[in-house]
């Protein structure tokens, strides 16, 4: 068993011949064995080919000189294919050899220098072993005790030490003089804005028509075939003349038609859906990607991001995955003319949880 | 100097200053008379670098992110960070017409209007994806050679927060062209951070300037990707280049590398014309990828738009880790308390790996504390001589890869025609009881490769040749090893479980016992080095070996 607290007990040097530059710090629980063996220093040095051959040190010089001939090759090349497959015509072939030559030509330049000039180092320059000593890392003790010194005076000179009223009231001011940086940064988002509110609402509102995403063309209920699904916008989006994306985010919904037999409702949202028809928020109750896999068969919904699982026949309430709660559902109702309306907005916040949702 | 290579070229800077008259000589001095360059050279031009494959790692991240500002700067020129939107007219004739962002249609137009555009595109990213990953090579390097020990302790803290700094430099560069699946990643990341307690809604709001997606976003991520995040990491970069000079490199031990010296090349040639030829076969390489392979092709992915996705969405590699916490959480972690939404499925992932992260960052520390050795270290350990720490860094390279692994669940899936939830449960078991099992796998291989080493110095090489001794006996002739061969085996650091004794106040600290415990947690089993009593023990246990062995040495 090790013993840490021995002052240095074992501190025997195994090699003696570097016991000058010996780093005396303790060596906590490491052993240090008296009856260790002891370097052999350095393997002798091997010549190489190109050392004792000079026919192999001509040919390497060749090779090196000719690895940077090829290279200047390269560079020209390179630039000649910049004017000689330009990019003119509508056409994505001309992009790819376009970008296949110029590389091709960079290629060659770069590696031929690299190459050349490792070969050079590796056989041509003198490859004896040098040796470095080194030293502790921390500076001496007279440096130390200068440094020390330095300090000292300083603080003996300014009264940092001493004048403690004006030390303080230093650390004070200099704690408190980046907050209103801090405060400046408030402005990265808007003044007028409550978040809680907006992210509560989406432009779904009674009598808003079901539209095609991204055409924007309105559903008529006879268009939903059994077992297809909609991918579904409010009609009015693309009249937004801002705010389009952010609104979208909120408000893509996906509309499918099941058996109504396959249909396993909650009691209060009975007359949420028609005929069969369902409309769910599209963005997922996890980190909010867009729900976009269908699976008809099995009537499960499924994100592409994470793997949530939700089951459209009962009421999208999670199977598996990271998701916690159902997709929020989106009363819907057919109007007059036969096109799918909202009843009203989706009655709790659509897309990723937030602290302030309760 | 080797004079048969280059007689022409010019002398060297020593002798340079001597000569009189010459242009190099007369510009050697005007610049020394105002810089004092003199002494830099003096002092680092034959600076020695041990050498070793392993060491071109972090050359490697350091060329590729060079290579990485090289093509940024090209591509600042042309790439315009707003996301205004805009009617697509370029080349690219399936988009033609299509409303998207100024960002998205400036990242076009580089790809298919301006020659080389697409090359540089492609350079860019190549190098970031090389970039991230070198370090990460490099930094297991680091780890399970032990040159983490003092006094390098900082510069592995340093080179930590380059490693999290690169990863966001990848994240922001990856969300500028605005295509649908950088969206798609923002709104991840919104996602996230609206889980953060009582802030996250804030934050959020305050990234996006408003309600996800916002017109800002990525000029703000612009800001922090081409100015901030890079103006940092150079920083950082040159303090840790600057410790690399103070500290000297590590080296592998080897007969002839103490702890008190550096066995290598100089600077001045050698190393200048290895490291200086390899940041141009790094680059070179980063070149011949991006002529041949198309990397992140937005216009297959088309704008951001909040609605549609593709399946098999994935991030690029260095990210995976994260997105695939977020798979692997189990289901039913969010609840409501206190009239609060409190998302344990995002909290827990984040944890985890902030964790995670904060322990590889302070392990040094942790590692110094245990064996109280306060010496400096610049002689590398070989793994297999600190089989708890490998087993550690086994362990953590397996919880990491089992999280990677997950951000590709879906593609597993598809492609081996598994069932989701099969590939998410095996990879749950991976990532919880897999870095269990690869500690004790790696402890073991480590011990047994120790015990194979002794065996070595002991008995020497099995020759394989069967040698039948006057009496009948057949033995097996073993060359024994040389010197040079032995002390590579044999000098290591070799560390006992620390003994709890009372201090000089007569008591036991928790604070002791805690660290008798982590100490008995690595240094219980080990494998001492072999000592010259143990070898002559040896051989005198089986003299007539002994002797045949002397005799087939000679």
């Known amino acids: 068993m090790a013993q840490d607290d021995n002052d240095g007990k074992d501190l025997t040097v195994a090699d003696s011949s570097v016991a000058d530059h010996h780093d005396e710090a303790h060596p906590g629980t490491a052993v240090v064995s008296r009856d260790a063996f002891t370097d052999p220093g350095l393997v002798p040095h091997r010549k190489r080919v190109t050392d004792l051959d000079p026919k192999k040190e001509k040919h390497a010089e060749r090779t090196v000189y000719t690895l940077f001939y090829l290279s200047i090759v390269g560079s020209i090349w390179a630039i000649a294919a910049y004017m000689l497959f330009p990019i003119e015509s509508n056409n994505v072939g001309d992009v790819r050899l376009n970008t296949l030559f110029i590389g091709v030509g960079l290629t060659l330049a770069l590696l031929a220098i690299g190459f050349g000039a490792v070969h050079w180092g590796k056989a041509l320059m003198v490859d004896d072993e040098g040796v470095d000593i080194r030293h502790l890392t921390r500076g001496s003790d007279e440096t130390r005790a200068a440094a020390v010194e330095i300090f000292d005076v300083a603080n003996k000179e300014s009264g940092f030490g001493r004048r403690t009223l004006i030390r303080n009231s230093l650390i004070g001011a200099l704690i408190v003089f980046p907050l209103p940086a801090v405060v400046l940064f408030r402005g990265l988002a808007p003044q007028d804005e409550n978040p809680v509110e907006l992210l509560s609402h989406t432009m779904w509102k009674k009598g808003t028509r079901l539209a095609l995403d991204p055409s924007g063309v309105a559903i008529k209920a006879t268009d939903v075939t059994l077992g297809s699904a909609f991918h579904v916008i409010p009609e009015d989006l693309n009249d937004l003349e801002h705010g389009k994306l952010e609104e979208k985010a909120k408000a893509a919904v996906l509309l499918m038609r099941l058996r109504p037999e396959d249909l396993n409702e909650l009691p209060e949202r009975a007359d949420w859906s028609y005929d069969g028809i369902v409309a769910y928020s599209k963005i997922c109750t996890h980190v909010g990607c867009p729900v976009a896999l269908y699976e008809q068969q099995t009537h499960h919904l499924l994100c592409p991001c994470h793997q949530s699982q939700f089951d459209v026949s009962n009421h999208c309430e999670v199977i598996f995955g990271p998701a916690k709660r159902p997709l929020p559902q989106l009363p819907i109702a057919v109007d007059s003319e036969g096109y799918l309306i909202a009843q009203s907005d989706f009655l709790e916040p659509v897309g990723p949880s937030f602290w302030e949702r309760s | ?554």
């Open chain 2, 1 to 554: 100097m080797s004079t048969a290579t280059t007689p022409e070229a010019p002398p060297t800077t020593s002798t340079a200053v001597e000569k009189k008259g010459g242009f190099t000589a007369a510009a050697a001095n005007y610049i020394d008379e105002r810089t004092s360059v003199s002494t830099m050279v003096k002092e680092l031009g034959r600076k020695i670098f041990p050498d070793h494959w392993s060491f071109l790692l972090g050359e490697v991240a350091l060329y590729s992110f060079v290579v990485i500002l090289i093509s940024g700067s090209f591509l600042t020129f042309f790439f315009q960070a707003a996301m205004t939107p805009v009617i697509y007219d370029g080349s690219y004739v399936p988009l033609k017409g299509i409303e998207m962002s100024t960002a998205m249609a400036s990242t076009l137009d580089i790809s298919f209007d301006i020659r080389g555009g697409l090359l540089m595109r492609q350079v860019h990213h190549w190098a970031a994806l090389l970039f991230v990953a070198s370090i990460g090579l490099h930094m297991m390097r680091i780890f399970f050679t032990g040159a983490f020990r003092k006094p390098r302790e900082l510069n592995w803290v340093i080179g930590f927060v380059l490693f999290i700094l690169a990863m966001a430099e990848g994240f922001t560069g990856y969300s500028l062209p605005d295509d649908l699946l950088s969206g798609n990643g923002l709104r991840i990341i919104d996602g996230m951070v609206k889980g953060i307690p009582i802030v996250g809604t804030w934050i959020s709001f305050l990234l996006f300037g408003g309600e996800f997606p916002g017109e800002v976003i990525v000029g703000r991520l612009y800001t922090l990707h081409i100015l901030l995040l890079p103006a940092i990491i150079v920083a950082l970069i040159a303090l840790h280049l600057l410790f690399l000079v103070v500290h000297k490199h590590t080296q592998y031990p080897g007969p002839g590398r103490t702890n008190m010296n550096a066995v290598g090349q100089p600077v001045l040639p050698v190393y200048a014309a290895k490291a200086g030829g390899f940041f141009f076969i790094v680059f070179g390489i980063i070149m011949l990828i991006a002529s041949f392979f198309t990397i992140n092709p937005i216009w297959n992915y088309g704008p951001y738009d909040p609605s549609p996705v593709s399946a098999g969405t994935q991030p690029d590699w260095y990210i995976g880790f994260a997105d695939g916490a977020l798979r692997l959480i189990p289901p039913g972690l969010e609840f409501v308390w206190l009239d609060r939404t409190w998302s344990f499925n995002i909290l827990i992932p984040l944890a985890a790996l902030g964790l995670f992260i904060v322990l590889a960052m302070i392990y040094p520390f942790i590692e110094a504390w245990v064996t109280g050795d306060k010496r400096e270290h610049h002689v590398l350990d070989r793994p297999r001589n600190v089989p708890t720490r490998t087993a550690i860094g086994a362990a953590g390279v397996t919880f990491y890869a089992g999280l990677w692994a997950a951000a590709s669940s879906d593609i597993i899936a598809t492609h081996f025609k598994l069932t989701m939830e099969g590939v998410i449960h095996s990879l749950q078991f991976v990532v919880i009881v897999g870095p269990f099992i690869a500690y004790f796998v790696t402890k073991r291989v480590c011990l047994a490769l120790q015990k194979k080493d002794r065996e070595l110095v002991l008995h020497g090489f099995e020759t394989g040749r069967i040698v039948k001794l006057p009496g009948g006996e057949f033995i097996e002739v073993h060359e024994p090893l040389t010197d040079y061969e032995r002390w590579r085996l044999v000098s290591y650091t070799d560390y006992e479980p620390l003994m709890i004794r009372p201090n000089s106040q007569g008591r036991i600290t928790v604070g002791q016992r805690l660290r008798a415990g982590f100490s008995r947690w690595f240094f219980e089993d080990r494998i001492s080095p072999v000592t010259k009593t143990e070898l002559e023990a040896a051989h005198g246990h089986h003299d007539t070996h002994h002797e045949l062995d002397e005799k087939s040495a000679h």
